[in-house]
């Protein structure tokens, strides 16, 4: 199986904001690079890299850049877009998804 094709099965597990925030907090608190990298880019390609972006309110660019070397990644600027995608989903009355500080 190809990476690209596991992304893809990854998206259809990945549909809904709780189950995305929740791979992602895990993974980033995991400290496993590659699992951090995986669960970025199957949320991009379920909700779109510029949709991360704008709900984070981060610049499209800088999101690209902390992810480009998925052998290192931005881990703080990828901290701080799951914060914001979680603080986003509790003040829309979101289901609360608690993240831990790193």
């Known amino acids: 199986m190809t990476i690209e094709a596991d992304l893809r099965s990854a998206g259809e597990y ?7 925030l929740l791979a992602l907090k895990d993974a980033l ?3 496993n690079v590659p699992a951090i990298t995986r ?5 991009a390609l379920a ?3 510029e949709w991360l972006a704008r709900e984070a309110e981060v610049d499209s660019a800088t999101l690209f850049s ?6 290192r990644p931005d881990l ?6 799951i914060a914001r995608l979680a603080a986003n989903d ?3 009355g979101g289901p609360n ?6």
Do not use: H, M, W
């Open 14 to 20: 990945l549909s809904d904001r709780p189950s995305q």
């Open 47 to 49: 909700q779109g890299t």
């Open 39 to 43: 669960v970025f880019a199957a949320v």
């Open 29 to 31: 608190q995991s400290g």
């Open 66 to 71: 902390a992810l480009k070397d998925p052998a």
């Open 97 to 102: 998804v608690p993240l831990d500080p790193l």
């Open 76 to 81: 703080p600027l990828l901290a701080y877009v």
């Open 90 to 92: 509790d003040a829309a």
